[in-house]
């Protein structure tokens, strides 16, 4: 039978035999933890719980002293070797850090040195802050000035020699400068990558179909352990030295002045290191660090406090595997575990249907997280934005346990899923095919990810931004109705769709609370407004087709669709027709109209397929006279070409030549490219003529022009 888990029973409530039960599925749990972390460099949990987890079993054996295991994690550091590379055995231990989660904790690890060396009250006690590098630690010895051998930490004990990796990183010298130098030296600090080379290498590993690092820490820790040097030489490690290990002759008396010394030497040293001589120096370094930590270009999870007089370090000494004279005072963590208890369906402005994670509250980086965006429905699947699989195709359930990140003030986003937990009932989530918020169909178009509400005219989700663009002025172009008008009228319920702004005058007449007692309006500029609205009740179609606000619809393909059927009645009926499918006789004479792709005509259909929006239109039909476009011709020379006029044209204004060509049912290019049919030239053309007869169009003067067309 597997042990119990009682995971949930906090520390103070466990019974001796739980408090046992729990020491050993936490010793075999972090095991694994450090065994994926250290040899695979593949973490499947964040250091956030790795971190809870060790405090957990912390916690216990300091309630059960009686209880703590031989093989305890806290007595470990890190994970043995892999065995992949020759094994070195460190002269000095490479030990780990204690870990400070508060300023309390803070306050208490100072309060514990001064009691410890007995140091009165009104003495000073300095401390060195400076960033903690996520990256790996490496023990460099040196032997008469001259490298000897590097090492990784292992665990603690025994690490693997990297010697002939090391040598290759520009960071770390040959050998030392300086007169005097140790027999002796070990010289320790972090390697680490940069976000900007981390970034270009998981590039460079995708395109070359090879696996993708997690994060710049498990990327320097691969890219260290690689079998050819030239590998790790490729990949741009760096490297900051910290502190030291064995020494034949320590040159300094204090941790600031050694970290100067090995500046000297030869090595890079963190820049923001700080002599610190009280509590609130030490925390305002931590501040002012992890406020300029999103902009280092590197990773750090932390501030490191060392006590500076090195003759009181000796004295602390270490307690199981960290010094008592230094301590990690770590960042809150920016990624989380947690639960998808359910996902939810936004819809924008434009229509795209977000689906978002409603997560389990998990503080990540010090924030309250509960969701976070799942981006579109292939993502859920886990499939990228490129079509490739991302999580290793793994798809995201709702009940699954999931990793989240929260990076500056990004939206918090699901990384990850750990598979092991996902409950047996969970089922692939369903992404809806009708909008959650009016019920209009949702259709994704070929190629793109994102999944859209067809209702326009009549999603309150998308309401306000189709007003806007209604109102526009490449639409109706309505004076002094703007977007702040939209907002305002739209939130009081008088406006809620086109129809509403032709009668806002007749509802006015017989309200009580008028629309010039509103703030910051009078009788004037409601006058103004209701004249601008009338004005506006005539409209050219192509105008109306345009307001409609349909995707792929701009000004060029509202005028391609208004000249092809001339009149809204016409219009309405031919894509309603359309709706029928690709098949019919009204979608086939859609997509004959010269411009007009599949794509364009699909989005069309699929609005006119929306019974809604007809009722809608109709509704706004009711209000407004649209005035009829002269039919292209389809039967012309030119129907359906594109032309390019250019040069000064001298027997009609440009004007005239683009409304000419656009009735006999020709398209008008701003620019030639080999989708071109005819240039029309006149004197003078210059650069546009040269393309021409670089892509092998043809070219007429205005004459040659007027007798094709007749
Ligand atoms: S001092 C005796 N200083 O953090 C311990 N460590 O959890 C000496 N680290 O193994 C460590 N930046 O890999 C120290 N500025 C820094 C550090 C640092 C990162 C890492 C190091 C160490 C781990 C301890």
Same mark, same amino acid.
């Given at each position: 039978m597997p042990p119990r888990d009682h995971s949930s029973i906090p520390v103070d409530k466990l019974t001796e035999e739980q408090a046992k039960a729990e020491l050993d599925r936490l010793a075999k749990e972090l095991a694994a933890h450090d065994r994926r972390y250290?040899?695979?460099?593949? $973490? !499947? !949990?964040?250091d956030a719980d790795y971190d809870a987890l060790r405090r957990r079993n912390n916690a216990i054996e300091a309630r059960f002293p009686e209880l703590i295991r031989s093989d305890s994690p806290s007595r470990k550091v890190g994970a043995a070797p892999t065995g992949r590379f020759g094994k070195i055995r460190h002269a000095v231990p490479m030990l780990s850090l204690d870990n400070a989660f508060s300023e309390e904790d803070v306050t208490e690890f100072v309060a514990r040195v001064r009691r410890f060396l007995k140091i009165p009250e009104d003495e000073t006690v300095a401390f060195t802050a400076e960033p903690k590098i996520d990256g790996l630690s490496l023990s460099l010895r040196y032997e008469g000035g001259k490298l000897a051998y590097g090492a990784t930490r292992g665990d603690g004990e025994t690490g693997e020699d990297v010697t002939a990796n090391v040598r290759t990183l520009d960071d770390i010298p040959e050998r030392l400068k300086g007169r005097k130098l140790p027999e002796v030296c070990e010289i320790r600090g972090e390697v680490y990558m940069l976000h900007s080379d981390f970034l270009a290498l998981n590039k460079r590993q995708a395109e070359a179909g090879e696996p993708v690092y997690a994060n710049p820490r498990n990327s320097a820790a691969g890219s260290l352990r690689q079998k050819d040097a030239a590998v790790t030489a490729s990949r741009r490690l760096k490297f900051f030295a910290y502190g030291w290990g064995e020494i034949s002759d320590v040159p300094e008396t204090t941790q600031s002045g050694m970290i100067e010394w090995i500046g000297e030497i030869g090595f890079r040293t963190n820049p923001l290191l700080r002599l610190c001589r009280s509590i609130e120096q030490m925390l305002a370094v931590y501040r002012d660090i992890e406020g300029k930590r999103a902009k280092l270009g590197y990773d750090i999870d932390g501030v490191v406090y060392k006590l500076d007089r090195l003759d009181w370090q000796q004295r602390l000494g270490f307690v199981s595997r960290s010094p008592r004279w230094a301590i990690a005072h770590k960042f809150a963590a920016e990624k989380a575990t947690t639960i998808v208890n359910d996902i939810d369906i936004q819809v924008g402005r434009t229509g795209a249907l977000t689906p978002v994670a409603k997560l389990e509250p998990v503080t990540v980086g010090g924030v309250v997280v509960q969701n976070a965006t799942l981006h579109n429905e292939d993502y859920i699947k886990g499939i990228g934005n490129d079509g490739n699989p991302i999580r290793n195709g793994v798809d995201i359930r709702i009940g699954d346990t999931v990793i989240v990140q929260r990076a500056g003030d990004v939206i918090p986003q699901v990384l990850d899923v750990v598979l092991d937990k996902r409950p047996k009932s969970a089922k692939p989530y369903r992404f809806p095919t009708v909008c959650p918020v009016c019920g209009s169909h949702a259709v994704r178009e070929e190629g793109e990810a994102v999944r859209r509400c067809t209702g326009g005219l009549i999603c309150p989700a998308q309401q306000v931004e189709r007003l806007r663009h209604f109102v526009s002025r490449d639409a109706f172009d309505i004076e002094g109705f703007g977007e702040k008008q939209v907002q305002a009228f739209f939130a009081d319920g008088?406006?809620?769709? $086109?129809?509403d702004i032709f009668t806002l005058e007749k509802r006015d007449r017989r309200a009580t609370k008028k629309l010039a007692d509103r703030e910051g309006y009078g009788e004037v500029s409601v006058r103004n407004l209701f004249a601008a609205i009338e004005a506006r009740r005539k409209i050219p179609l192509n105008r109306l087709i345009y307001a409609l606000g349909i995707r792929h619809v701009g000004e060029t393909n509202a005028k391609l669709i208004a000249r092809h059927y001339g009149t809204i009645e016409a219009l309405r009926d031919g894509l309603t027709a359309a709706g029928k499918g690709p098949e019919s006789e009204a979608y086939q004479e859609l997509i004959s109209i010269g411009g007009i792709g599949e794509v364009v005509a699909d989005a069309v259909v699929e609005f006119f397929k929306e019974k809604r929006n007809r009722e809608a239109l109709d509704r706004l039909l009711d209000e407004i006279e649209v005035e009829p476009m002269e039919q292209a011709r389809s039967d012309s020379p030119v129907a359906g070409k594109t032309v390019v006029f250019t040069g000064s044209l001298e027997k009609m204004t440009r004007d005239e030549a683009k409304a000419m060509a656009e009735r006999l049912g020709a398209r008008v290019a701003g620019s030639v490219s080999k989708k071109t049919d005819l240039v029309v030239a006149g004197p003078g053309a210059g650069s546009k003529l040269k393309d021409a007869q670089k892509h092998g169009v043809k070219v007429l003067s205005e004459d040659e022009w007027f007798a094709l067309v007749k």
């Open positions: 250290y040899q695979e460099d593949a $973490p !499947i !949990i964040s008088l406006v809620m769709e $086109p129809a």
